[in-house]
């Protein structure tokens, strides 16, 4: 298991996309079962993963987030009967997308995680902070996300006098 | 500006031996947007709670953060609190400080910084929470109950009695279902037909209950409280309202060698027949497949012996429409045939017992059949092959049930409990019989049930052999039974003259369909799943279905009446109003923005996603947009994520929302 004393030079930041129903409550049970992972991981709960928009994986890249695992319901377990399937295909074609613009696809996971699978739900989060931090920090997306704001903002010190002394 | 108000909980020592939760305070209240920030030891207290009014109206909040434990856990505690205090429930959000924290790490300052970013991204999703208005929905106070056996029979006179209409469909032409099969039942003996009959009656006579036998469900639509189905009822042959039950027609069917599968294939009836002499409704059925008039248009002795008319050759499949509020399922069990494993079952077969095979190797059920009065022997017990009584019986106890290699690890749970039954049986008819039980433990917990068992042994001198049987084969009118006694650790052989398997328990054939049509959850062996193991025992996570019985599990007797009558009473709650309220987390259309290339209605599982025109003030149609039926959206979000002009939000999981909080990283 992992040991929290250990020290890091780079500690990633990762998001974690779940369902209510299954994920959320694995999650729940890991922590009832006072299981032990990094604390890398913040986790956003969501009806069903079908509600999961992959803008909402893009965004938190952007955002400064060096993986993303997505997680919920087995197949044919989906609380909303098919959610899951919607949400498995879109990541399908989504990830081909992504592995396109560049993306190392080690930093998104997918994965199954049901309501009594708080072991798993400790070995995918575990695995993936682990996989991330050896790869290091995500930065092209947030070096899209500071393009952003030249083009918009003016928001430091330096650029206000920049655009003054013009 | 919002006043958001955060309450960070110490759960006793639960939250703050990991997280500094003053420190959390402090640095989430510098966060803007929020007014007003506290810890307290146990904020689902009392006087938790009522710090939380308090603040709310004494700072003026318009939104509320509690970080405390799982939502799934007080979500519904502080809404309340927070409504009683004057806001809208939907204003109060859970951060997950305990669950998703302090007990998955024990680094204290790891697990605060995290505990400060969870409640962090939690007020930035408040922020752009909105007032969401309870959404009522009109109830239809008549029940569905699938089934007809014992669980579907107390189901339904349970809702009746308390005046409520109820549907009772059945599959087969009669209820009853397998109580109406046994012999006597355990642990005090009492004849089954004998308690079971009147109840059957009691369903046929009562004002309030619609009975449709020989009908299956084609189709459910709907949702709690309004649900629409749609019954196939299957031509009988016979006018249910001129028959008058007399029964000549069955006498005079030439046909009369079908096996009938009430008595498990050993006894025999006519073409028209009538399942056993106290089916109810008493209105026999023509079986087509056997019958001569349907397989070479000649015969009709029916028809000509009917004094009332009722024969009609003519009649079709009809299907009916019924409105109703709430369905239980009761659709019960049926027994492992190991002779004919089901094609592509992962489920192995039990070749070397010979079932299928050998005549005299039957299943408990038949015993049942040939212990009961009204059964094909009348109640003697004679072998199937040659009518003989047999002298030496064999049973073997968990056949299936419990053999997690050949793919059923559960047990059947009523197996011990009915060969206990089946060897007193056997000793009070045969008397100078002996009977053998190998098993592997004996379960026997319920009211007065050890005792019974201990009875079979003590004083009805059935002879337990703990251990199980390799093989069984024939040997002139003997079966061989080949096992071990693992008590001793011998191996013993034993010449009977019939073997019973006590087989496995197994949803009825089709359950996996039904459940696709209800929308229902079931388990590897199509099991149907309830919404809490514990809590929620004969609830469907889908709102407004019930389970009562073995469809849920295999279960005895009492158990089975006791779910029934559970659920009978989840649906009289359900039916205690007119309108009930149902949590607005639903989708709604932007009709602006709304192109009507309809994605959404695709994605549906519920069917909740409607066309809906816009026309101008001469009536002209505009556009045709998409509209989610508020009672039917059962709030899973797939529409929002796959409108590609993103005109359709999930209340309460807006992309505004969701957006917050990705930013708040």
Redesign the interface.
């Known amino acids: 298991m992992h040991s929290?004393?250990q020290k890091h030079d780079f500690e990633p930041?990762i998001?974690a996309f779940v369902c209510?129903w299954c994920t959320?409550?694995g999650?729940?049970l890991?922590?009832?079962s006072?299981?032990?992972?990094p604390?890398n991981v913040?986790?956003?709960?969501?009806?069903?993963t079908?509600?999961?928009?992959p803008?909402?994986i893009l965004?938190?890249f952007q955002?400064?987030?060096d993986g993303v695992l997505v997680s919920g319901c087995h197949p044919g377990?989906c609380?909303?009967?098919?959610?899951n399937f919607?949400?498995r295909r879109?990541f399908a074609a989504f990830r081909k997308l992504l592995e396109f613009i560049g993306v190392d696809l080690g930093r998104l996971a997918f994965s199954w995680v049901s309501a009594a699978e708080g072991g798993k739900w400790?070995e995918v989060v575990t695995d993936l902070t682990e996989k991330v931090r050896a790869m290091g920090p995500m930065v092209e997306f947030k070096d899209l996300a500071l393009e952003e704001q030249w083009s918009g903002v003016i928001n430091t010190p330096e650029l206000q006098e920049a655009y003054d002394a013009i | 500006m919002s006043r958001i108000g955060v309450f960070i909980c110490h759960c006793g020592e639960n939250i703050s031996r990991t997280v500094d939760v003053e420190r959390v305070a402090e640095e989430v209240g510098r966060l803007p947007g929020v007014a007003f920030s506290t810890d307290y030891k146990y904020m689902c207290s009392d006087p938790g709670q009522t710090l939380v009014k308090k603040a709310i109206q004494e700072q003026k909040l318009s939104h509320v953060v509690v970080a405390a434990c799982?939502?799934?856990m007080h979500e519904k505690t502080f809404r309340k609190a927070v409504e009683a205090a004057g806001l809208n429930p939907f204003l109060c959000e859970m951060a997950?400080i305990?669950?998703?924290?302090s007990?998955?790490?024990?680094?204290r300052e790891?697990?605060t910084?995290?505990a400060i970013?969870?409640v962090g991204?939690m007020v930035e999703r408040v922020k752009k929470n909105r007032i969401l208005p309870t959404i009522t929905v009109p109830v239809t106070k008549r029940a569905l109950v699938i089934g007809g056996g014992i669980a579907g029979i107390q189901a339904a006179l349970d809702i009746a009695d308390c005046g409520h209409e109820v549907i009772l469909v059945e599959r087969e032409p009669s209820i009853g279902g397998h109580m109406a099969q046994l012999s006597e039942t355990f642990p005090t003996l009492d004849c089954s037909q004998c308690i079971m009959t009147p109840k059957m009656v009691d369903v046929a006579n009562h004002p309030k209950i619609k009975l449709y036998t020989y009908s299956e469900i084609e189709l459910v639509e709907g949702y709690i409280g309004n649900f629409q189905v749609t019954i196939k009822k299957k031509a009988r042959s016979v006018d249910e309202d001129k028959c008058t039950g007399c029964g000549v027609c069955m006498t005079k069917c030439p046909q009369k060698k079908i096996p009938n599968k009430f008595d498990q294939n050993i006894g025999m009836r006519t073409a028209i027949y009538v399942p056993f002499p106290q089916a109810v409704p008493n209105t026999p059925v023509i079986d087509r497949d056997n019958c001569t008039w349907f397989k070479t248009g000649k015969c009709g002795v029916c028809q000509k012996v009917c004094g009332p008319g009722a024969i009609d050759f003519e009649q079709q499949d009809t299907l009916i429409v019924e409105a109703v509020g709430a369905i239980v399922v009761s659709t019960g069990f049926d027994l492992y045939t190991i002779a004919e494993k089901p094609k592509g079952s992962p489920i192995k077969g039990y070749g070397e017992f010979g079932h299928g095979k050998i005549p005299d190797v039957i299943d408990g059920m038949t015993f049942e059949r040939l212990a009961s009065a009204s059964g094909p022997t009348g109640g003697k017990i004679l072998r199937p092959s040659d009518g003989k009584e047999p002298k030496q019986i064999v049973f073997i106890q968990c056949v299936g049930s419990r053999a997690r290699e050949k793919g059923i690890s559960y047990c059947s749970k009523v197996c011990c409990m009915y060969t206990a039954k089946h060897t007193m049986l056997y000793h009070h008819k045969v008397h100078d019989g002996q009977a053998y039980v190998f098993f592997m433990d004996a379960r026997t917990p319920g009211k007065s049930y050890d005792e019974f068992w201990r009875r079979s042994i003590e004083e009805e001198e059935a002879v337990y052999i703990r251990g199980m049987v390799s093989r069984l084969y024939q040997k002139g009118d003997k079966i061989v039974v080949m096992g071990s006694d693992i008590s001793v650790g011998v191996q013993v052989e034993i010449e009977a003259d019939m073997v019973v398997l006590a087989t496995a328990i197994q949803p009825q054939k089709g359950a996996d369909a039904l459940a696709q049509k209800l929308?229902i959850?079931y388990d590897k062996y199509h099991f149907y799943s309830e919404a809490h193991a514990k809590l929620r025992p004969v609830e469907c996570?889908t709102a407004g279905i019930y389970l009562a019985g073995a469809c849920q599990g295999p279960k005895d007797i009492p158990e089975t009446v006791s779910q029934a009558s559970a659920a009978a009473a989840k649906v009289m709650t359900l039916f205690s109003r007119d309108q009930m309220e149902r949590e607005p987390?639903v989708a709604r259309v932007r009709e602006a923005g709304c192109v009507g290339c309809f994605a959404c209605k695709k994605?549906c599982?519920?069917g909740a996603v409607e066309e809906k025109e816009i026309r101008d003030r001469q009536g002209n149609l505009i556009k045709i947009v998409a509209y989610v039926n508020p009672g039917v959206c059962?709030?899973?979000?797939?529409c929002?994520?796959?409108c590609p002009s993103k005109s359709v939000e999930?209340d309460g999981?807006t992309?505004e929302q969701?957006?917050a909080?990705?930013?708040a990283?």
């Not at chain 2, 305990?98 to 924290?101: K, S, T």
């Not at chain 2, 059962?634 to 797939?638: F, V």
């Open positions: 929290e004393n930041k998001i209510t959320y409550a999650a729940d890991a922590g009832t006072r299981m032990q992972y604390s913040r986790v956003l709960k969501f009806p069903c079908g509600r999961i928009d803008v909402f965004k938190a955002q400064g987030a377990d609380h909303y009967i098919a959610g919607h949400a879109r400790v | 799982s939502p799934r997950n305990r669950e998703h924290c007990w998955v790490h024990e680094n790891e697990a910084v995290k970013d969870i991204m929308g959850s996570a987390i994605v599982a519920y059962a709030g899973c979000g797939t929002q994520a796959t999930l999981y992309d969701i957006i909080m990705i930013e990283l």
